[in-house]
């Protein structure tokens, strides 16, 4: 079960717990001194308007050690034509302070795809570094830890597609972008949170078939057959940090704060989303939170979230399900500074494999481009043919 923190937060609540697990994950709060760098008056001065944007979630004593290193990597992105992409799960000192494109893997697919600069230093997992990679072979992608995997894209490869392709001749491929460029390769086109019911109902459409493959989440499978009506053959990957909410915790939640709103992520299970009150990528949870203003709200979706959505939020009560992922939280103040310092942890894909990836995100892109499509809330579970 995700174990609720209620606001006001300290940062190491924020985060998610025991402040030893937090420190192991962030890393020493001594990591800009280690590396020769101080919380002088000119970095005080220049980064203020930054801490504006955190202090809801950085302690004010906690900024010194910040603040070095956003300065610094700020400083090394202008030297070296450099962008951050930052996706909505990074903490806010990475989210808010040096990213410069934030959002969900599709905003973040189409900034890649688009951005002038030479070199993309993905705050995000792998699979994401894979995805700027593929649509931008000719910039130099640097991802902060080679280490940040992710549950979904580990669990299948391209061989398996393969194997399921041969199994179902003729059924469009749609796998979910949280998958190694190899299994991309092996789609006819991929998709996202945001768009995946769509993408789903195009497929169906333009094979005019009954049937869709949409590969690895399992949930999201469900999910997507509850919306569509169309019958889907899934496989047995999960989100490690979606799977854990349960309809019990929403009980829970709604007994402990009457009238909160409830939001899910569809990588939750289905009687997770069900029991929602709206359900959504990351991106429709934020439009929904900064649209609607509830007065009190919980995301079912990944910690960081939360303190970010809050920043353009204030007026909204978050109660904080604090669910990590160890994936993401690899990325760090420090691994950034040191990735743009040494140029290190370069992503490299074989030209064929990347070539053939492409279409099938190219495919996606050029679907005309929509806002963030809600699930209905409520729907009755669904089969789907797990192979
Ligand atoms: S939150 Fe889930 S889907 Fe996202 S990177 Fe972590 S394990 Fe993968």
Redesign the pocket.
């Known amino acids: 079960m995700a174990r609720i923190i209620d606001a006001p937060l300290t940062t190491s609540e924020s985060s998610g717990c025991d402040p030893r697990a937090v420190h192991e994950t962030w890393g020493a709060l001594d990591a800009a001194a280690r590396r020769g760098l101080a919380y002088t008056p000119e970095v005080a001065a220049e980064t203020a308007p930054l801490y504006e944007r955190v202090k809801h979630v950085i302690p004010a004593v906690e900024w010194p050690a910040y603040a070095p290193l956003i300065s610094a990597i700020n400083t090394m992105k202008r030297a070296k034509n450099a962008v951050i992409l930052a996706h909505n ?1 990074m903490t806010s000192e990475i989210f808010h302070c040096v990213g410069d494109f934030r959002g969900d893997s599709l905003q973040l697919a189409r900034e890649a795809s688009e951005t002038d600069a030479a070199v993309i230093v993905q705050a ?2 792998h ?1 994401m570094a894979e995805t700027s990679k593929i649509l931008a072979p000719e910039k130099t992608v640097l991802i902060p830890d080679m280490r ?6 580990a669990s299948i490869t391209g061989a398996d597609v393969r194997l399921i392709k041969e199994r179902f001749p003729g059924l469009p491929v749609v796998t979910y972008v ?1 998958t190694s460029a190899d299994v991309k390769a092996e789609s006819d086109i991929c998709c996202t949170s945001s768009n995946a019911a769509a993408i789903v109902e195009w497929a169906a459409r333009e094979w005019g078939v009954d049937r869709v493959i949409l590969l690895p ?1 399992e949930y999201l499978a469900k999910n997507v057959a509850a919306q569509t009506g169309i019958k889907i053959i899934s496989w047995h990957g999960r ?4 799977e854990r909410f349960t309809a019990e915790d929403i009980a829970e939640l709604r007994a402990a704060h009457p009238g909160i709103v409830i939001l899910a992520h569809p ?1 939750c299970p289905p009687d997770v989303m069900s029991a929602s009150d709206f359900a959504g990528s990351t991106a429709a949870l934020q439009d929904y939170v900064v649209e609607k203003r509830p007065a009190k709200v919980v995301l079912l ?2 910690c960081s979230m939360s303190d970010n959505v809050a920043s353009v939020a204030p007026d909204v009560d978050f109660v904080r399900p604090c669910n990590l ?4 939280k690899r990325i760090t103040l420090e691994g950034i500074y040191d990735a743009l310092a040494n140029m290190q942890h370069e992503v490299v894909i074989p030209e064929d494999v990347r070539v053939r990836a492409k279409k099938a995100i190219d495919a996606m892109l050029a679907l005309p481009k929509e806002k963030p499509r809600a699930f209905e809330t409520g729907r009755a579970e669904v089969a789907v043919e797990l192979v």
Do not use: K, Q, R
């Open positions: 799960y995000g997992v699979f940040a995997g992710c549950s979904l894209a949280n989440d989100c490690e940090v979606h990588e979706t990944e992922c160890p994936h993401m």
